[in-house]
């Protein structure tokens, strides 16, 4: 990337961000809140080290090399069966787990075992492949030989899509409607939701796993579309609890867009009310980014026991320190929304030189 790319990565969504302590719900919490703990409010006003919010965490140096150069705006990373992966414009590289350059799937063009561009990819450690989403389908490679594998042809873009096991996967589709089941064939087993304009918004990470869910977000409101793995079936839940009625719904959305239209209503939509931009969850701990009015980001903490928020942008608002490495204070502490792993949270930390690839912060345990 350079490290500017991720940040900018940062910029283009995030622009695009409140929880206080409390106590937990435990065995009450509605089971249709992806994040029922979390309830907003107060923020953390005290300057905290980052060395206080996170524990079992290390850094990970990823490599540069002539070959392992990081670029592009949308460096979705994925962290899983003993590997780094990272989008590199329409080039997929591979790290090992502690950050030495390994090899990159790299075959672009218009051949039978080529792709014409990377929509999106995901690592199916199942069968030791990265699956790249292109106009010809889903392409499949072997890894680490990054050999051609096979093609799974479809009808249509998946524009994000996530392997959900047993031989389907979830795509995000510019269809009329929008979600799709797919099997190994094309096949669409299940599909799901009418186009929304209103809601509709593409990620880095656009599937989050959360508990026996797979979810993605609906634009900037509260609610996520959730592929239910246990039955095999669609549901809308919330995100945070609706008692925080100071967020965005899907229907405010939709009141906004016919008041201001396509372009201008997302900008209007935060001037008023506090919007979910990622979230992610490990165990029982969970990460919230938020952007809240007048252009205020904040981060929410849950350590599975207490739920804190901090204040991170604007710059002289930010209270929390990072005192672990040398990195500017932000905006790396929001940068979890590009990444993606089974068992922690990864943070992308910008580098002073920008000819140089970033080092990334996983952390195992939140305090």
Excluded at 127 to 142: A, K
Excluded at 243 to 264: C, H, M, P, S
Excluded at 268 to 286: E, L, M, P
Excluded at 290 to 312: A, C, F, H, Q, W
Aim: a negative charge; charged letters at 25%.
């Amino acid at each position: 990337m350079r490290c500017k790319s991720i940040i900018a990565a940062f910029t283009v969504i995030a622009i695009a961000g409140m929880a206080s302590s409390c106590s937990r719900q435990g065995k009450d919490a509605d089971p249709n809140v992806l994040l029922p703990e979390i309830t907003l409010g107060s923020f953390v006003d005290t300057q905290t080290p980052l060395s206080e919010i996170i524990g079992d965490y290390r850094l990970i140096p990823l490599e540069t090399t002539d070959e392992s150069l990081i670029g592009g705006r949308t460096n979705k990373i994925i962290k899983k069966d003993g590997h780094i992966f990272v989008r590199s414009n329409n080039e997929v590289l591979m790290f090992g787990e502690n950050g030495n350059f390994q090899d990159k799937l790299s075959r672009v063009g218009g051949g039978p075992e080529e792709y014409e561009s990377i929509f999106d990819y995901d690592i199916v450690p199942e069968y030791n492949e990265i699956w790249v989403s292109s106009n010809s389908g889903i392409v499949r490679y072997e890894y680490p030989s990054m050999e051609f594998s096979g093609t799974i042809p479809l009808k249509f873009f998946a524009n994000s899509f996530k392997y959900l096991g047993n031989d389907t996967f979830i795509a995000y589709t510019p269809e009329d409607i929008v979600y799709k089941v797919v099997s190994m064939d094309g096949k669409v087993l299940n599909e799901y939701f009418e186009k929304d304009l209103a809601n509709s918004t593409t990620f880095p990470v656009q599937f989050v796993r959360i508990d026996n869910c797979i979810a993605t977000q609906l634009g900037d409101s509260n609610s996520a579309v959730c592929y239910v793995t246990d039955s095999a079936s669609f549901k809308i839940k919330d995100i945070l609890s609706p008692k925080n009625d100071q967020l965005a719904t899907t229907e405010i959305n939709r009141k906004y867009y016919d008041l201001y239209g396509y372009f201008d209503f997302t900008s209007k939509v935060r001037q008023d009310y506090s919007t979910v931009c990622w979230f992610r969850k490990i165990g029982d701990q969970a990460l919230v980014f938020m952007l809240n009015p007048g252009d205020e980001r904040s981060i929410v903490i849950d350590n599975g026991s207490t739920v804190k928020e901090y204040k991170v942008w604007p710059e002289d608002k930010n209270v929390i320190k990072n005192d672990i490495c040398d990195t500017p204070d932000v905006p790396y502490i929001v940068t979890f929304g590009s990444c993606d792993s089974d068992d922690s949270f990864i943070f992308i930390l910008p580098n002073d030189d920008e000819e140089a690839n970033p080092t990334l912060l996983e952390v195992k345990k939140l305090k």
